[in-house]
């Protein structure tokens, strides 16, 4: 039975049923409501422990009286998964202490509580190991029990009230009622490109230089290695490749989704499988194995990671058909049930019987397709439509994955309701794709940016912002043009440390399908598109520059940190990315903001916790005025969160604006911005004290 | 594995570690987030089962798209622990019949399709029991998977989508992807009483006459017996006693406090037990059980009820403290440890050590003192301080008791901080004391009440606004007299469905012990306080008519539809009991309202919903309009919520004061309000149409 009540404990997400999300080095603040009957002074710790670690390691408490609640601090130094929970008890010994200071002051009696001191020491003594506070806590016991009254009655108070004492009591008094919260919550602690990259999305198959006179020939490894220095020039951290597995002949879809292709249509790479192989094999156009592997060691050379599409449906020509036909839905006439979302029908694809009779063994299929491409130096994957798979499916692949391999990064690409989006993250998901594609007017962003950063999501999902992706060309970038571009741009790079691009932004490509459609004309998806990325009007300039800024800036890698200002014409929006992330708690949807004091008490004492890895990039404050407007010129005050910065209200500061070099100097909350969607649409500024 | 995410439940609190609490006629209202991968149509219920039910009943959920949620209810019709869950499946005739219909529509060939209807068709005649059901089932889906072509395609299709097929399916089709929440969450039926009445709090040893010449003599029984029926006149439901046993010897307190009573000094009554008993036992001066019976029985032929104090301390004379000196707190010396609070001493009382070595024998002589009483007839008990004693000791405790008698309400006077409050609630106690003698501003009044009736609180935590007590006589009293009094009591009485008064409150007693003090001067704690209760300047008519209209006015016996409104003159406290309860659900610290069109339907189906239980009362909407300063007339304009009562702006309306008979004809939002604190402190307003 317990003693003491220990509850909205916090990080803990859903009572316990999810893991919560940390980078590690991160601080984990720790909190709990703790209490018990009475007056009694109450201790408290929580115990955690690291991936591997087989004892817990403990961070104590402490109490703060205002939000009358608990908080401490542990660091998460590795990846993986940790664990922790809290303990409380009754100090017995401080209670007495504190009783006996009172009657003290009181001037009543207290030879029987000197007694009862004495008890409590005694007890102490003896489950200390170490001889010499063994000994002491003996004789300590002994002058406060002191009946004869060899000792002055000044000398044993002054004895019971020792410093020392207190020490060794804290060190060796053994609770007699320690209460343990009855679960334990676990935190997965990722790498840090968990939480900070640019992405950049490429066809390897277009990866060839234009060929204006002649039909283009498909790309290889080769060919896209060949761009990497190109790309780790501009910032970018991960390549991410769609599907590279051969590609499905039956149903094959021509260019622009035609039902009936050519000869030489090379078809979508989502349509997965032939005679070459399924999702363990190589589209033998783009090369072998070895100049896969090779491109892999390109990007790594150059500080880059290759992040594969994990695409699970298999084109009717792929081995798992013939091999495991009951691994799919089997129909009444024995054919086997094509993906359709009636009317539409998609007959190039065959989705896959998570269910079947011989469940295990497709699950461990489709596990070990991550373990291959992990062998081969892959730790990124972007999972296609995992919500049309089942979330248990997903909650148990990627535990078995990462019981091994806790580096590894799954990115869930799900655009679908909230509630499935979030459960995917909360499954385990380390990153999700976002709604930010279809948030362009200030309003929206502001409100979309605040839910993902400033509510009890960021325990769990991080939102990477692509500008755009193959499927998605919104007209805010087909009426917008470059400016658009570089609007949305500066918006990704800036509102979240994980964005990213697919190619063909750069060159500002905006030509739909059809009207309102969000489809390319002329996708990549089912033909080449050979480029010229440095072609008249790309925005490589930008993207350089941002990403530049974004290794240089703490404040741009961090994703809780972003606070909407106010700015009085609302075409402009105006946001802070503070310089560290504010430390808050979640208790269920209440936000709880750790108390300064605790803060700074935690802070000062001992290396209990150790500061941020050291880097070279600057940790300064980072205001971010944009003009979403792509059209037109627009001006506004912005009101500039001074006093959260401690800037006093007559101090002028400067501000840097990053992407220019310009430096303006500025007073008070007020001040002035114009921005020219053809010349400048934004400003990146480092606040900097006069 | 769980084919199906089932989430959010409501209503749940703390992931269902403790039980919600409702009244027993109550609607539940049922919610969760369900969903699953793809595109199938689900389907769920909640399950439920009431105290002693050993089977299941269901309550189906139905879908709501803008909240993306799932809404169900069910009635609660006997008081006691209930049980329910949620479970969600994939309705794959539905699903399929919906495709069937998509397909037909875009002129796709179905045969396939009516082969796979047959599949399913025929696996529901399999689990179907009725011998009609069967061959309807079978014979149907010999039409559908019909090869030969027999029957036109036409009369198939018609076949495939006939409404009675779609009931036959639903009755018989086993699911095979059935997911159950893990967890069972209870629910605490209470009955009504729990949530409506009004309370009287007196010592039946001050109900003598007084007797202005000679020193009292104490009252009987017998003499509270006699004040019965003019209580039942005053319309108060329950009538609660301090403790009612012997009273201790040693250290006793003397008037007002004293430690140095004298010879006739009568003590504490909270200082139990001397060498007539102790918490079984009746203080002779009182009588006997017989005479205690008769009261209790007298009470209830006026419709009224007995509440009995239930302190769990022992005065040094206390038969426990010898025969088991053992579940006290045994000091170095031997000597038993008496209560204190350093610097304070309470040498009159022993606290029990709940965690002796005896502890079982203790818990179950403390639940016995319960048992002993709901012998004579008492169901109500009021525990004095219960978070000085352990809060698992109340969850077990209540339990109990509750166990065979389920009718038994608790009612804890825990002064202390939210946390524990909340707690004590949580862990069982059907009704709490609040902070409201304290809350005397409009400001703090809104705030306060609007925590405890708008917020999740309204899931555990029933508040009993006490207008005084023994112990406390706030200063708004002492400073405000006669209309002071008269405003609190009309705050109480209609901010919530229990309130209560402590006798001398209608003679508007506010003489503190010393300046400052909430205690009283004399405070009957210590000593006889016979009374003239129908003395000059007392407010019986006051308390006669607000008695009266909250048993007229379901609106005034309904807890969580109290909401404030504007007042232009902020003195002036606004405020609306609506006819209904609003159906709301709290998922964690979030508010979710049932959508309109869910709370219809489920209303307008079946007699799944039983209406609630008819009473005389009427169900009117009420408005309150209060002036909180004592001492001045105040006027202001108030602003009525007209829309949410579906009045037009332009409409009139009349508003019937129930405490002057008085009607005045309103139109729109603004309207005129004055009030004279010498004469009316405020309007009890039925809203009536024109």
Redesign the interface.
Known sequence: ???V?I?CVSPEL????HPVKRIVGDTVWVGA?I?????DVLAAQAIYRGPGDTDWSFAPLTYDFDS?RWYGAFTVDRIGRWRFTVEAWTDRFVTWRS?LK??L??G?QI??EL??G??LIRAASRSARSPAARASLTMTAKIL?DRRGDMSIERRIERALDDDLLGLMREHYRAD?LTRLPRELVITVDRERARFASWYEMFPRSQTAPTPDAPPHPGTFADASARLPRLAELGFDVVYLPPIHPIGRTFRKGKNNSLRPEEDDVGSPWAIGNEHGGHTAIEPSLGTFESFDAFVATARDLRMEVALDYALQCSPDHPWVTEHPDWFFI???G?IKYA????KKYQDIYPLNF?CDDRQALWDACRDIFLFWIGHGVKIFRVDNP??????FWE?VIGEVQRDHPDVIFFAEAFT????MN?LAKLGFTMSYTYFTWKNSPTELRDYLSELTQTPMVEYYRGNLFANTPDILHEYLVNGGRPAFRVRLLLAATLSPLYGIYSGYELCENVPARPSSEEYLDSEKYQLRPRNYEAEGNINGDIERLNAIRRAQTALQRYANLTFHSSENPTILFYRKSANEPPVQWV???RQDIPEAIVESLESSEPRLPTVPSTAASTGEILVAVNTDPRHVQETMVHVPIHEMEIDDDEPYTVHDLLTGARYTWRGVRNYVRLDPADQPGHVLLVERV
Do not use: C, I
């Not at 859903?14 to 049923?17: C, E, H, I, S, V």
């Not at 359709?340 to 009317?343: D, H, I, K, M």
């Open positions: 039975m317990d003693h009540v509850e859903d009572a316990g049923r409501d209490f018990k009957e009475g007056h009358d009783e009172k009657k002051d009181a009543q030879h029987t007694a009862e004495a008890e029990a009622d129909r009444p006439d054919s359709e979302n009636p009317p269910w919500h049309t798979k089942p979330l248990v148990w309701r909230p509630k499935r459960a269920g949807s209440r």
